[in-house]
């Protein structure tokens, strides 16, 4: 089973990022060349962007009629400048809504780690590139240290709400982003384990509990909240304040206490929000 420690300390020792540690390991892995991958996160990337600006942009609403129009609404009022916490923060949130609400109206996004999470990652990548002036080459980068750190989580312990709970989706997609905006704002290697490890600590024990069985409600609130703690916990480890608990120990803790969470709170709509009175009553009236 691989660790992330293992990739630190590598890229430590080489002296390099850990998007490149993961790039070398990808191209041995899938007997790929540089460009090869390069060419396949650049869509991914594209795809990203373009779900932001159809989130922000389109008004739609999903099929249930209970989401849509919220990414907008966020931005117009920072673009008003009547934002509370700043222009920045506005951005991933209205960015990581935008994303969530295009997924729940059937458009292109991409599962990063899931669809359900599809809005945390790129919500703080843009986000920091917006802020930062970063340029695109870099963005990719960062993309494969999320990915590099996100196959360290699916293999230790998985990504799937239904085996997890929503820890596992949008503490994922969290922890994954931080570890992508440390490497964007030029941390390093070590701050990225940090960052992820402070992030997937905040969400420990997050139930999934969708209404009415829809990735919709809590879900697409949870793309911003998410994307907010991956914000927060990189600029921490960013600070110099470390996990006391390493990132490869936080996973397997998610792992365990997913594994104790009753079945009524894993994607079921058995348990949690989805048998809150309002709850029931939104089922009973999509149904």
Excluded: H
Aim: proline share 3%; net charge negative.
């Amino acid at each position: 089973m691989r660790a992330y420690e293992d990739w630190v300390i590598e890229a430590e020792i080489k002296g390099c990022r850990i998007s490149e540690v993961v790039l070398q390991n990808q191209m041995e892995d899938l007997e790929q060349s540089e460009q090869e991958l390069f060419q396949r996160m650049a869509k991914n990337l594209k795809v990203m962007r373009e779900s932001v600006q159809a989130g922000l942009n389109s008004g739609r609403r999903s099929l249930s009629g209970l989401v849509g129009g919220d990414a907008a609404k966020v931005e117009a009022r920072w673009k008003k400048g009547e934002s509370l916490v700043g222009e920045l923060m506005s951005g991933v949130i209205a960015k990581a809504l935008a994303v969530a609400e295009v997924n729940a109206c059937m458009g292109k996004i991409v599962a990063a780690p899931t669809a359900g999470s599809s809005g945390v990652l790129p919500a703080v990548l843009l986000t920091v590139e917006e802020a930062r002036g970063v340029p695109e080459q870099e963005l990719l980068l960062a993309l494969f240290t999320a990915a590099g750190l996100g196959m360290i989580i699916a293999e230790r312990a998985n990504i799937s709400g239904a085996e997890g709970g929503c820890q596992a989706e949008i503490g994922s997609a969290a922890a994954m982003a931080a570890a992508a905006a440390v490497e964007l704002a030029g941390g390093s290697p070590r701050q990225t384990s940090d960052a992820a490890a402070i992030a997937m600590k905040s969400m420990l024990g997050l139930v999934c509990d969708p209404v009415a069985g829809l990735v919709e409600i809590p879900c697409v609130k949870r793309n911003a909240t998410g994307a907010s703690i991956a914000l927060v916990a990189a600029e921490m480890a960013l600070a110099g304040i470390k996990s006391a608990i390493p990132f490869d120990e936080v996973v397997d803790t998610m792992d365990k206490i997913g594994k104790l969470l009753p079945c009524a709170l894993k994607e079921t709509a058995q348990g949690g929000l989805a048998v809150s009175p309002t709850g029931r009553r939104i089922q009973a009236d999509f149904l």
